[in-house]
């Protein structure tokens, strides 16, 4: 059991949440804050969920919770892509993105029952990309895409238009980018 002395209560906690994560280049799981702060990680997520009720720019991740600082997201170009391709060639995909310097901010897909579905991914690099892959062979999890027979959309950032331009352009070299 915890010890209750050391446990970090309320709005002091979530004041450190914010400060860790503002001051953190890399993502910060809800495990490590978790032990940091001796609460439980469902603690954690819920005070995630406040502080971004608190119009907070946290991003939750596949590698953990980033903070967005708003000049950051102000000066990079963003676009929505649309890509059809199998799971076999996901990583394929990604790898083509953050080689242009391109972040992987989400992927959506459109579920007949669901809806829209979104799924934060915020992969930057190639590192990234093979600590999600990993993920999900290891979790024996689907791809989203698998739900739409390889369609889907990615939310993607980067420094320069040129950078998505390029990206796109490897993309559609690739057969992957669906474009009308």
């Avoid at 819920?46 to 939750?60: G, V, Y």
Wanted: glycine share 6%.
């Amino acid at each position: 059991m915890k010890d209750e002395q050391k446990k970090i209560l309320g709005e002091k906690r979530r004041d450190l949440l914010l400060q860790w994560l503002k001051d953190s280049n890399a993502p910060l799981t809800g495990s490590d804050l978790s032990k940091r702060t001796n609460v439980s990680r469902q603690v954690i997520v819920q005070d995630i969920s406040l502080l971004k009720a608190r119009n907070e720019p946290i991003m939750a991740t596949s590698q953990g919770y980033l903070y967005m600082s708003r000049t950051q997201a102000e000066q990079k170009q963003t676009r929505i892509i649309a890509c059809k391709h199998g799971p076999e060639e996901s990583e394929r995909e990604l790898l083509l993105l953050v080689d242009h310097g391109v972040t992987v901010k989400d992927v959506i897909v459109e579920h007949s029952v669901y809806g829209e579905l979104t799924a934060s991914l915020g992969l930057r690099n190639r590192k990234d990309v093979a600590n999600f892959i990993d993920k999900i062979r290891s979790a024996k999890a689907a791809f989203l895409l698998e739900l739409t027979k390889g369609g889907h959309l990615h939310t993607v950032e980067a420094d320069s238009s040129k950078q998505l331009d390029e990206a796109c352009d490897a993309l559609r070299e690739a057969g992957i980018l669906v474009e009308e």
